[in-house]
């Protein structure tokens, strides 16, 4: 009788220590992948802002489409003005010559390490893409280009999609959406910074 109770007591303590490194492991593995998914997301997302800003200054507007936005990237070109003092007349510092040049877009890109074949791709998906939108509001009595690009947590978030994971992190919401922009207002802002 003793055996066996020391036997049930063995399996019992075991049984009790798997419980608590499983709720140990769980929360500490969330908190990694959560940490690991958000930096692959937030740097696709910096990527398309950059794009969407070259796209600003190329065309006065934002891109409403990846199509578009990639299409624009690798066929046109970016100006850059110069402003120099006209060397005829030294003495008067008023007097500028105005110069522009322009550089491919997709040659600005590849040295920022942008991959446009895969801008438009949320990472850690199955080919699934960032939603991008574009616009004119009316803001402080002008009218002003904006746009928004984002994905929900529970796009890029695999196995930790399920909400039972708010549990771990209580700012964490898998619906939510993950952006940059606001189509209410001209702001670039990443979500992620909050």
């Given at each position: 009788m003793r055996i066996v109770i020391n036997i049930f007591l063995i399996l019992l303590?075991?049984?009790l220590a798997y419980m608590l490194y499983s709720s140990i492991?769980?929360?500490i593995a969330f908190g990694e992948e959560k940490q690991r998914r958000k930096a692959a997301v937030v740097q696709s997302l910096e990527n398309i802002r950059t794009t969407q800003e070259l796209y600003f200054k190329m065309t006065g507007e934002?891109?409403?489409t990846f199509d578009v936005l990639i299409n624009a990237?690798?066929?046109d070109s970016i100006p850059f003005e110069k402003l120099t003092e006209d060397p005829?007349?030294?003495t008067n510092t008023e007097k500028f010559i105005r110069s522009v040049t322009y550089t491919a877009a997709s040659d600005s890109l590849n040295s920022l390490g942008i991959d446009l074949a895969n801008l438009s791709k949320v990472p850690f998906t199955?080919?699934?893409d960032f939603s991008i939108e574009a616009d004119t509001v009316e803001y402080q009595s002008t009218n002003v280009w904006v746009t928004e690009v984002g994905t929900k947590w529970k796009d890029f978030m695999g196995e930790y999609s399920d909400p039972k994971y708010a549990k771990y992190d209580s700012k964490y919401d898998p619906n939510v959406t993950i952006k940059f922009?606001?189509?209410n207002k001209p702001s670039l802002a990443g979500s992620w910074n909050r």
């Open positions: 303590i075991g049984l492991k769980e929360p934002y891109a409403p990237m690798k066929n005829d007349d030294p199955e080919n699934k922009g606001d189509m």
